[in-house]
């Protein structure tokens, strides 16, 4: 009975004290276990596409990005920051970068219409004036320069009054505005400016307005037909993914999508402005 008893009660105080230490012994390593596992966590969420212009997508990883992975829910542990082919097809800034170049240009193209009565000064600045510089080879040698380089044009009302640098530069700038296509005519600068040359703006007609709009639609033309070669560029890198299975069907349809939504929405950037222009140069 004793030697019976005696083991028991032993055995009951050995997992009494085994209860009261395993507590504190276990606490411990889970807190620190905590710690380990929560610092790489959040150091992760402020670095995932800090780089990207775009909004994050949630996805599932690419067949490249599974050979790292242990399962098809476990993202790769090595080389953790390189963009895999599903991360480049989903990546719109390229495509977004062309289109923004396209509406520039447009903004620009339209920037030089005009109607009639007024003139942008840029369209008279960039005429190409040729002065003559002694010294060359055979005495007299052309040299090209921009208006705008050698001269000021200030516009005032319907005039535009073109300030020479130099005396010297009076004719050819005179020369260079009449053998202009925009219907100019260069005055004789007046002895209380002598170095201001005067250019009325022919008035504005039917004509004029006509072709300036239709010149604006040509330009619209262009722009979009820019974005569509943009679209055309994006869609060949799509479609190589495809050919060689670097990328799920289902991400495929997904990137394919967001990029005609950003062509979309190009395309109607560019309607607006050209139909805020057209509206400007009818009224003109």
């Known amino acids: ?66 050979a790292h992975a242990k399962t098809d829910s476990t993202p790769p542990v090595n080389n953790a920051g390189a963009a895999t082919p599903t991360d480049e097809a989903y990546d719109v800034s390229g495509l977004e970068t062309q289109i923004l170049k396209a509406i520039e240009r447009l903004t620009h193209d339209l920037s030089q219409l005009r109607g009639g009565g007024k003139m942008n ?30 001269a000021q044009v200030v516009p005032r009302g319907r005039v535009l009054n073109v300030v020479c640098g130099e005396e010297a530069h009076i004719k050819p700038i005179t020369s260079a505005i009449a053998a202009s296509p925009h219907s100019l005519t260069p005055l004789s600068p007046e002895s209380s400016n002598p170095l201001t040359i005067q250019v009325p703006l022919p008035p504005p007609t039917g004509e ?6 239709e010149s604006a639609g040509k330009a619209s033309e262009r722009a979009d037909k820019w974005i569509q070669n ?28 967001r990029m005609e939504e950003v062509v979309k929405k190009g395309h109607g950037e560019v309607k607006r402005i050209a139909d805020g222009a057209k509206k400007v140069l009818e009224s003109q």
């Not at 992760?44 to 599974?66: E, T, V, W």
């Not at 008279?124 to 040729?130: M, P, S, T």
């Not at 004029?208 to 709009?213: E, I, K, P, T």
């Not at 943009?230 to 999508?257: C, F, I, S, W």
């Open 230 to 257: 943009a679209r055309q560029e994006h869609n060949k890198k799509l479609r190589k993914y495809e050919l060689h299975r670097d990328v799920l069907p289902d991400d495929l349809q997904k990137a394919k999508k």
């Open 121 to 150: 000064p840029e369209i008279v600045e960039g005429l190409n004036v040729q002065l003559g510089t002694a010294g060359g080879p055979d005495g007299n040698t052309k040299e090209t320069v921009k208006l705008g380089d050698i």
């Open 208 to 213: 004029s307005r006509r072709a300036a709009v």
């Open 1 to 66: 009975m004793s030697r019976t008893a005696i083991p028991r009660a032993a055995l009951r105080l050995g997992s009494r004290s085994s209860l009261l230490v395993s507590p504190r012994a276990i606490e411990s390593p889970c807190r620190s276990f905590t710690l380990l596992r929560a610092s790489p966590f959040q150091c992760l969420s402020h670095s995932i596409r800090s780089f990207s212009l775009s909004s994050p997508l949630q996805k599932k990883a690419g067949k490249a990005n599974k």
